[in-house]
């Protein structure tokens, strides 16, 4: 019944622990309630519910907010199955790749071959963060001429849905830079107090 994608080994319903849940008529949906700050889903999504406690919730314990942080951060982004949806919309450009006399070139076999997820997560997070730091819409995600300008610059790249950029890539970067900014803080306490030690000695 629950039919999560059994992607991330951890038991990504573990969630739940946080907020109250109430079955809906519809089997295997819930509405859901924060047991921190009491927000109300009619509706509620795991992945939803992980970025409130993550990014969102304010009465939420440390720890709890650090964990879903990780969690989220080191989600692969490329297991949403929005992202493959798209493929076949960039499809009918690979037949371009057989160059006039018939033969692979030299570029589009490297071109053409699979792209590591890695690097793939890369782009992505290439991509959400210029869309954000320069207030581009993400509508344009989905314009075909921007699309064709990214298969141009990497043909074997599948760029986001914008649903997909919109969601779950500004929920993950959001998540980088709240667990960066965490670490920002920690060290500049740490600092502050090795300060304050040094100077109380003198
Ligand atoms: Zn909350």
Redesign the pocket.
């Known amino acids: 019944m629950v039919n999560n994608k059994s992607k991330p080994g951890r038991k990504q319903n573990g969630v739940w622990t946080y907020f109250k849940q109430t079955p809906l008529k519809s089997a295997g949906h819930y509405s859901g309630e ?1 047991k ?2 009491h ?1 109300k889903w009619q509706r509620a999504y795991i992945g939803i519910l992980q970025s ?1 406690l993550a990014n969102e ?1 304010t ?2 314990p440390e720890e709890i907010q650090n964990y879903w942080l990780g969690f989220i951060a080191a989600k692969d982004s490329l297991d949403d199955d929005d992202s493959a949806s798209i493929a076949s919309s960039t499809g009918s450009n690979k037949k371009r790749k057989v160059a006039s006399n018939g033969q692979t070139e030299i570029d589009d076999f490297f071109e053409n071959r699979e792209l590591p997820e890695s690097k793939a997560a890369a782009i992505d997070r290439a991509l959400i963060r210029a869309f954000v730091c320069c207030g581009i819409p993400f509508a344009v995600i989905d314009s075909p001429f921007f699309r064709e300008l990214l298969y141009q610059l990497r043909p074997n790249y599948t760029p986001p849905t914008r649903k997909v950029l919109s969601e779950s890539l500004l929920n993950q970067e959001t998540s980088r830079v709240n667990k960066a900014i965490n670490k920002e803080l920690e060290h500049s306490q740490n600092l502050t107090l090795g300060n304050y030690f040094l100077s109380s000695r003198s």
């Open positions: 924060c921190f700050c927000k409130h919730c009465d939420c």
